[in-house]
């Protein structure tokens, strides 16, 4: 007798989606995680737009991710054009990119991952139950909201990031606004990691994961051209096409990045798996809790969120050190002349690699525009591990099999809208909703 | 009194004016307190998906039959229904090329998938159904979204500027980008209520709150003209958060 279980809509993560269970005589035959989100058909909007406008845009993919959409597409626009920016710009840019961090952390840990630990239903709830943690998590979450903000000019879909530098870069007194807020989280974010390892960690065991991290050798360490995986593979993200290929899934109609025919793992666990550098406080904490993490599965991904918050925080002082150094300057961006080209730039999102590419005719008008975001180079991996442990639960009863469910893929903090953005290489086919 | 039961949700979106929500840091838990979350996905799980609501707050453009079914019914269990944000208001990102035909659209995208595919231009809610007050931006500043909840809190709404961006900017003393400094800022056509963000950072206006009533689209588009941008790049910047200006808006 066959039948299936629905976990629809999925909640506590950002966009519309859904897993099903389909089982045969109480055994599980294969599930399926379909993404559902309308098609938002961005690299077709894209096509044409100047390149000027493209950043723009783009960042409305997602609102938890505006910034580092952002920061990416200015990044390849600028590869294109053949634009070098300033110091002071490249400081600012990874200052709001660890702003982004500390938000979209944050407000995984507190809003959408700890409720599942504290049999609560979602903020609502845990206001009631937890309202000291939860106030905590909203405090750092703010500071990393304060960054977007000043830096940015706004924290959702940033005005200020423009290609070849900024508008009005935040000046002192901001940056000393910046800094005193992140002094006083600090002790907010080890007190988030000591929180999170408290929590009881999952018993049975997913396969293996191959994690892949951008790697850079210098700073700023979330920017690099170079992919690497935890086997040994590394590449060029310009060589992302030839390597992160597409495949359509059998009774799934949606289309999954694998690297080398093979799923990958990225994100904060990914990150920490890799090796990607970490500030004092954080690496301290990383040697504490090592054997938590390195070839840990995705249910340890919140936890490494939680170390890389001190990371951020951490870093983005020094960063705020480094400019009140150096003086504010204001710059002129440079007149930018148009120019036939192609550019890609791959930065560390929160949730992992993220990649964007594009063209530009000799006006500037692009005509080819491809973003690679994590979620969709998570999916894989996700899809893998929901067979896996529905398998292991089998005959746990239906309600544990949904919680449990659910709560692996909210582990891996996907990010729909994001994922479900397709684009127009040539003649593959992309997710579909 | 009893709490008012709310609904949030969103339609093709990015999510952002729901996590402009959950961006209230300070104010979230006051909010959790104040009012009953009855559906809530993003932010929480579980929930009645057929209780009655007293306010449905949802964002996002109308591009798919499930957009458009879930929105006939949150309207048809909520009392009052707010349309949140630029493109549940106008169209938003999504709707900036309804003037190439959607078909299109979707085969550079998906290719020969792309008849599988359910979808039409994206509209903006009015052109379904009644909408009872919006609060625009892309996106909404957090002030108008916690001006909004404590005015429902009272059995009200609030009343959000009726005058353009410029006069904001000008308020603050910011330098012209558009005179002084020929850029293309859309200030003078866009409803104010952001507090010329974008313009106080040396921004020019990317017009994301979408018109203002009785908005001069012909003295901006002459004066854009004659400083030497092309009709291609007026329009293009103009469609982006909303794909026909001629409407005027439902709620002004
Ligand atoms: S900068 Fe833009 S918004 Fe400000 S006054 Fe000039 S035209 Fe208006
Ligand atoms: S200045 Fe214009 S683009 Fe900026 S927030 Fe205000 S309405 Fe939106």
Not at chain 1, 95 to 121: R, T, V
Not at chain 1, 336 to 362: C, M, N, V
Not at chain 2, 68 to 77: D, G, P
């Amino acid at each position: 007798m066959s039948e299936q279980i629905e976990i629809s809509p999925l909640t506590r993560v950002e966009g519309h989606g859904k897993v099903t269970v389909h089982l045969d005589n109480g055994q599980v035959e294969k599930v399926t995680l379909s993404l559902f989100e309308s098609p938002r058909l961005f690299e077709a909007l894209l096509v044409g737009k100047s390149f000027h406008e493209v950043p723009e845009i783009i960042c409305r993919i997602c609102s938890l991710c505006s910034t580092v959409h952002r920061v990416c597409s200015l990044m390849a626009v600028e590869k294109a054009l053949g634009i070098e920016v300033s110091k002071q710009t490249r400081l600012y840019r990874e200052l709001i990119l660890y702003g982004g961090h500390i938000q979209s952390h944050a407000l995984h840990l507190f809003c959408l991952a700890l409720p599942d630990y504290l049999d609560a239903q979602g903020f609502a709830d845990l206001a009631a139950k937890a309202p000291e943690e939860l106030k905590m998590g909203l405090r750092i979450k703010a500071a990393g909201n304060l960054i977007q903000e000043r830096v940015g000019g706004r924290l959702i879909h940033p005005v200020t990031l423009i290609p070849g530098g900024m508008g009005k870069p935040l000046d002192r007194d901001g940056l000393l606004e910046l800094k005193e807020t992140l002094e006083a989280v600090l002790p907010d974010a080890t007190n988030t990691f000591e929180l999170f390892s408290t929590l009881p960690s999952a018993p049975t065991s997913l396969p293996t994961a191959r994690f892949m991290a951008v790697m850079s050798d210098e700073a700023p360490m979330l920017i690099g051209e170079r992919l690497e995986t935890s086997d040994g593979t590394a590449f060029q993200a310009e060589e992302y096409r030839e390597r992160l290929r597409e495949d359509v899934c059998e009774g799934n109609n949606a289309k999954i990045s694998l690297l080398d025919g093979e799923p990958v793992t990225v994100g904060a666990l990914a990150r920490l798996n890799m090796g990607t550098w970490l500030s004092q406080e954080a690496s301290q904490s990383f040697l504490e809790s090592k054997e938590k993490i390195i070839g840990a599965d995705i249910r340890a991904n919140s936890f490494s969120q939680a170390i890389e918050l001190i990371h951020a925080v951490e870093r983005s002082l020094q960063l705020i050190d480094s400019l009140l150094s150096a003086g504010i300057k204001k710059e002129k961006p440079p007149a930018i002349a148009p120019r036939k080209g192609k550019g890609t730039a791959s930065i560390e999102a929160p949730r992992g690699t993220l990649i964007h590419s594009y063209s530009f005719d000799g006006r500037g008008l692009c005509t080819e525009a491809d973003i690679i975001t994590p979620t969709a180079i998570n999916q894989a991996a996700m899809e893998r591990d929901l067979l896996h442990y529905a398998r292991a639960l089998e005959g746990a009863g239906e309600e544990i099999m949904k919680l449990e469910l659910e709560k692996l893929v909210r582990a891996y903090d996907p990010c729909i809208s994001c994922a479900v953005h397709v684009i127009s290489t040539h003649s593959q086919k992309r997710i579909s909703p | 009194m009893k709490k008012p039961v709310i609904a949030i949700a969103g339609l093709t979106a990015c999510s952002g004016c729901q996590l402009t929500l959950l961006n209230c840091e300070a104010e979230l838990p006051e909010v959790a307190e104040r009012f009953e979350f009855a559906w809530f996905p993003m932010g929480t799980t579980g929930g009645d998906d057929c209780a009655a609501i007293d306010v449905a707050i949802v964002e996002g453009a109308v591009s798919t039959p499930d957009d458009l079914e879930t929105l006939l019914r949150l309207r048809s269990r909520s009392r009052l229904l707010v349309a949140f944000g630029t493109c549940a208001l106008w169209g938003g990102i999504a709707a900036m090329k309804n003037h190439e035909p959607r078909t299109a659209l979707t085969e550079a995208v998906y290719g020969e998938m792309a008849v599988n595919i359910r979808t039409f231009n994206p509209a903006p809610f009015h052109q379904f159904i009644k909408v009872d007050f919006a609060i625009p931006g892309c996106p909404p500043e957090k002030h108008e979204l916690l001006t909004t909840l404590a005015s429902l809190l009272k059995g009200t709404f609030p009343v959000f500027p009726q005058y353009p961006v410029c006069t904001e900017c000008r308020n603050r003393e910011n330098r012209c980008l558009l005179i002084e400094d020929n850029e293309i800022c859309l200030g003078p056509l866009i409803q104010a209520g952001c507090n010329a963000r974008c313009p106080a950072v040396g921004i020019k206006c990317e017009g994301c709150r979408g018109p203002v009533t009785e908005a001069n689209v012909a003295a901006e588009t002459e004066l854009l003209l004659r400083k030497g941008f092309t009709r291609e790049e007026i329009e293009s910047r103009m469609r982006r958060f909303c794909p026909e200006w001629d409407l005027s808006s439902p709620l002004l």
